[in-house]
């Protein structure tokens, strides 16, 4: 249902390294991006598909800049080039792309939050971050985006402001109940375990998983320093 929604989350191929997932429960694996697929009518009488159809990235890339010479003033050819330079681990020339969409569009807050992924992927949380914002600020009802902040915030030791994002997240979706997890862990790093373990608690109370059950029980046995449990012998 609400968890449906946080499935459709992709940070694209630049947060696969990422070790969030687990923390951020009811978030999808990330995806990676990859070109539209072509018509294979619009390509030029030099570029030849593959047998599946789907031209290579090096053909994408062809096909794109011909489709951005056609109509400059679109965003969506500097998008799906952007997409391919992606696919190509190529986040700089994505970068340009995207920059160049988004003058052209704006308020495309898709646009926006892809850009801050790749400025993430390229080592440069500041202005993921950034762009995040941005987006929040054109639309501040976007989940994605207080998600995808909260990640790299996390992802960067800043717990208070990951927290923050947290607890937004909560109150604008109560049923989002896996959040218990990551906000008790912002909690613990801010040496605040007496509420880490309060939400670990409410999660406990909310959820039907039994794998984040018994990680959350452990990790309450070892924050209020009680002996774990032996494992059960066969």
């Not at 009488?45 to 290579?56: E, K, L, M």
């Not at 898709?110 to 400025?119: E, N, S, W």
């Not at 862990?185 to 007496?194: F, R, S, V």
Request: proline share 7%; net charge negative; hydrophobic share 40%.
């Amino acid at each position: 249902m609400r968890l449906a929604l946080y499935s459709l989350i992709l940070l694209g191929a630049v947060l696969l390294v990422l070790d969030l997932a687990k923390l951020i429960k009811g978030i999808a694996p990330p995806e990676k991006p990859v070109p539209v697929k072509a018509d294979p009518t619009d390509q030029p009488a030099s570029v030849t598909g593959n047998t599946d159809g789907h031209p290579d990235v090096a053909q994408s890339l062809a096909l794109y800049t011909r489709a951005i010479e056609k109509s400059p003033n679109e965003a969506q050819p500097y998008v799906d080039r952007a997409n391919a330079h992606t696919a190509n681990n190529d986040y700089a020339k994505a970068i340009a792309d995207y920059d160049q969409a988004i003058k052209l569009d704006p308020e495309n807050t898709d646009y926006i939050l892809q850009r801050g992924t790749l400025y993430l992927g390229s080592n440069n949380p500041d202005q993921a971050i950034a762009n995040f914002t941005k987006a929040l600020e054109i639309n501040p009802e976007l989940i994605k985006a207080l998600a995808y902040r909260a990640i790299t915030n996390f992802r960067h030791k800043k717990h208070q402001a990951a927290l923050d994002d947290c607890l937004l997240m909560l109150q604008k979706d109560p049923a989002f109940t896996d959040l218990h997890t990551t906000i008790a862990q912002c909690y613990k790093a801010l040496g605040q375990n007496d509420k880490a373990i309060s939400h670990l608690k409410t999660y406990l109370e909310s959820t039907q998983d039994p794998q984040g059950k018994q990680e959350a029980e452990a990790l309450i046995k070892e924050w209020s320093g009680q002996p774990a449990q032996p494992s059960a012998q066969p």
